[in-house]
């Protein structure tokens, strides 16, 4: 149904709800001490309704006011939109996570996926069974635009500055290791900078870059690297190390887990590189959105 704006011009909400006193009442003083009104402006409400709805609606019977035929039906009518008016209003639904059953998007880099889902889908199918997680990829450069758009309800990012709207919570802070193959490389932890500069790189560009914020910390050594390869996935990266002779840098969380699983081995970055905010991102508009708010506390928690 589409509403017609022009039906609503001369209704007044406060008219609507002085008649449902009038009506339980049935006494223009009751119905002004209910309503925190003088009488005299009751009576005056009561004629706005009279000439509004062109009937008398309450005549008087003794000492009480009886409603019309038409206040009878509109009192059937109005009562239950009332009510519902209300509960919208002023009654926010009650958020179960046991019950909810409800499907969020998240996005995230592969590497953050491979990072935390692992810990969050078994802990969450366990706290809030009904919640499904869709993750899209995204990347730091996009996440705002892509939060703004609605085609994400939160980010887990390193994206630090944004748009005056988005909301931001660090969640951790995670330095960067270089990796290796042992069958590919033989070289001793911690690398020194030359060791670091003297083999190959892979590289991960989310913008098809050949450069990165490591060869301008190089560079103020005296130092270039040679990159050999650059991929928009870090999942590309140990496959890759296990047959090349190259050294590749990423993010700790991840490191940790391919030292485990891949074999590889690993150092301290030899840069003088500040630790990245890895942080959760969503629009000011979710902030009151309780699932929304639920799984950021809950994944706040976990990553505690």
Known sequence: MTIKEND??????????????????????????????????????L???????????????GHRMQPTARAEELHSELLPLLEQLQSALFQQAAFDVKTVNITLTL????????WLMPRLIPALQQAAPGMRLNVVASDPFSDATRLEGGEMDMAISVATAGPRWLEREVLTTMSFVTLWHPQQLTLSAPLDVDTFAAHPHLMVSYREATSSHFDTLLAKTGHQRRVHYT???????????????????????????????????????PLDAEPVEVALLWHQRHSS?????????????LIG
């Open 8 to 45: 609503f011009r001369k209704i007044d909400l406060n008219l609507l709800i002085a008649f449902a006193v009038l009506f339980r009442e049935q006494s223009v003083s009751a119905a002004a001490d209910k309503l925190h009104l003088g009488q005299p402006a009751v009576s005056g409400v």
């Open 47 to 61: 004629s706005r309704l009279r000439t509004l709805f062109d009937d008398p609606l309450f005549i008087r019977s």
């Open 107 to 114: 996005g995230m880099a592969d590497w953050v996926e491979m």
């Open 231 to 269: 991929t928009p996935h870090f999942a590309a990266l140990p496959g890759l190390l296990e047959t090349m002779p190259a050294l590749a840098t990423v993010p700790a969380g991840l490191a940790t887990e391919w030292q485990r699983t891949r074999s590889l081995l690993a150092s301290p970055l």
């Open 289 to 301: 959105d309780p699932a929304v708010m639920w799984l950021k506390a809950f994944i706040r928690h």
